[in-house]
């Protein structure tokens, strides 16, 4: 573009932006649309602009997610404060140096971001951004006038029926590392292929993602991890180099001392991902509705993703515990290594102290299913047990991380090993949480009276609590103390 201002047209737009407007099948979803109505009521006059998801996925034919995204000529702050006060919700600033203003509104599931308009016009403003699906913009009054176009000067629309991934630039990836997290994850969860330039610029690129904040990287990998196909993007993110910053401990898994790794955890993975997708009453009768609740519950990390990180997690220690006797590999105590390294994995990627508990809690125990599974009888003393050593709920996870490991190693399934599962599963909602009694002391109240920081120290005192209900030996929250002072002083004991 050159530095003179174009003429504009009586949409707003100039002569050389007139060019790239191509028609969008699809966007008349939009007339109807509560939060686009509202900005159009607020924003009459040019200058504003729809961008982001809900036109790429537009674009790819798949359903738009309640995430909105303008690009505003004019006061973004005003503008969210106004759509807010319409929409019920609340706004604050992203980045209010920068003009970036959010909206939710809880009850709906909304989230609403105005930024300021990039370089003064829309075709500076989609030159900035990451791919060429994402560079896409709707001129709001333009739409209201019956015009169904959008701007697309990197050919988006294109791409998106090409099912193609393609960078705007070769500055996208300098200007922002975590876009090439993106690219891997949206590569994954709409099924695209990645441009051959724009992969070699990835991998090119790929130690600039220590730069940037381990906050959003985590983000990016929770979302990859969520996907039906994450086991595909887990291999993009080793062969790319992305993994190797990330998690610098796994560089080695393809070859530990003659014994591949990576291979069999990428298994594990894999089956993690046919285990979800596949529950259904074939698969888990009278259970899988519960599971899936379980599964895809909301959170900051669903259950489904910290799944299949323990499956990709679970033999981390056997990079440190590889020994050979009489020919054979073994992995003594791998378990227990694991699990010591795994929170300072976690704590290196931003995650949660409880994120970082109950992981490295999977990893420990990984091999207790098989070991219940090898009882000639299991009682219901025993399965309690279980329960109350996997950490109540979590037991389910374990529970399917067995399954993983085992269709993993065995190339198949362990009919025995199966049964096992579904038996305890049937145990924890018919029996356990009917009759589980309420903890004596609830982590707060746990640390407050041992003087112990949150973390997995507080699990660790409330399953062993758990464990002295069980044997008989506490009975009240005074007991209990007793009882866990004598443990955490035996322990102290035994480590120094």
């Not at 888990?284 to 900051?300: D, T």
């Not at 920081?453 to 507080?458: D, N, Q, T, Y």
Request: with cysteine.
């Amino acid at each position: 573009m050159s530095g003179m201002k174009d003429k504009n047209d009586r949409t707003g737009r100039t002569d050389s932006a007139r060019s790239y407007f191509k028609p969008l099948k699809g966007l008349e979803r939009l007339k109807g649309d509560r939060v686009f109505g509202a900005v159009a009521e607020i924003v009459p006059a040019s200058g504003l602009y729809l961008v982001g998801g809900v036109l790429r996925n537009i674009a790819l034919g798949v359903q738009a997610a309640p995430d909105y995204d303008f690009s505003f000529d004019g006061d973004t702050r005003a503008l969210a404060a106004a759509v807010s006060g319409i929409l019920g919700g609340s706004f604050f600033a992203l980045d209010e140096q920068a003009g970036a203003w959010r909206v939710i509104s809880k009850d709906e599931g909304l989230t609403i971001d105005f930024t300021p308009m990039a370089g003064g016009d829309i075709l500076a403003d989609l030159g900035k951004r990451d791919f060429a699906i994402n560079a896409l913009a709707l001129p709001v009054r333009d739409f209201f006038d019956g015009e169904l176009v959008v701007a697309d000067p990197f050919g988006g629309i294109n791409d998106a029926g090409s099912t193609i991934l393609r960078k705007v630039s070769d500055s996208i990836f300098d200007d922002d590392p975590v876009r090439m997290m993106r690219a891997v994850r949206l590569s994954m969860r709409y099924g695209l292929k990645i441009e051959q330039a724009t992969w070699e610029l990835l991998v090119l690129k790929a130690p600039l993602l220590s730069r940037t904040s381990p906050e959003r990287a985590r983000d990016e990998l929770v979302q990859l991890m969520s996907c039906a196909n994450s086991t595909e993007g887990v291999k993009l993110l080793y062969s790319s180099g992305l993994m190797e910053v990330m998690v610098p401990e796994m560089k080695g898994w393809k070859d530990v001392s003659g014994y591949d790794l990576l291979s069999h955890s990428l298994r594990a993975l894999s089956e993690a991902d046919k285990l979800l997708s596949g529950i259904s009453e074939d698969t888990f009768p009278g259970l899988s509705n519960k599971l899936r609740e379980y599964f895809m519950r909301p959170a900051p990390v669903p259950n489904a993703a910290l799944f299949r990180l323990a499956a990709l997690f679970h033999d981390f220690g056997k990079a440190y515990t590889l020994t050979r006797e009489a020919g054979k590999l073994r992995f003594i105590g791998h378990d227990t290594e694991g699990a010591k390294r795994i929170p300072e994995v976690m704590e290196r990627l931003r995650f949660s102290r409880k994120n970082a508990s109950d992981l490295a809690h999977l990893v420990k125990n990984h091999h207790r299913v098989f070991m219940l599974a090898s009882l000639k009888e299991r009682t219901f003393r025993a399965k309690g047990h279980f329960f109350r050593a996997a950490g109540n709920e979590s037991g389910l996870m374990l529970l399917c991380l067995a399954l993983a490991d085992a269709r993993a190693t065995r190339g198949g399934e362990d009919p025995e090993l199966y049964e096992v599962v579904l038996d305890m599963m049937r145990f924890y909602y018919g029996v356990y949480i009917m009759r589980k009694p309420a903890p004596l002391m609830t982590g707060r109240q746990v640390m407050e009276a041992f003087k112990v920081p949150e973390g997995p120290v507080v699990g660790d005192i409330l399953r062993k609590m758990s464990e002295g209900v069980e044997a008989g030996a506490v009975r009240n929250r005074k007991e209990a103390a007793a009882y866990i002072r004598k443990w955490l002083k035996e322990k102290k004991g035994d480590t120094g």
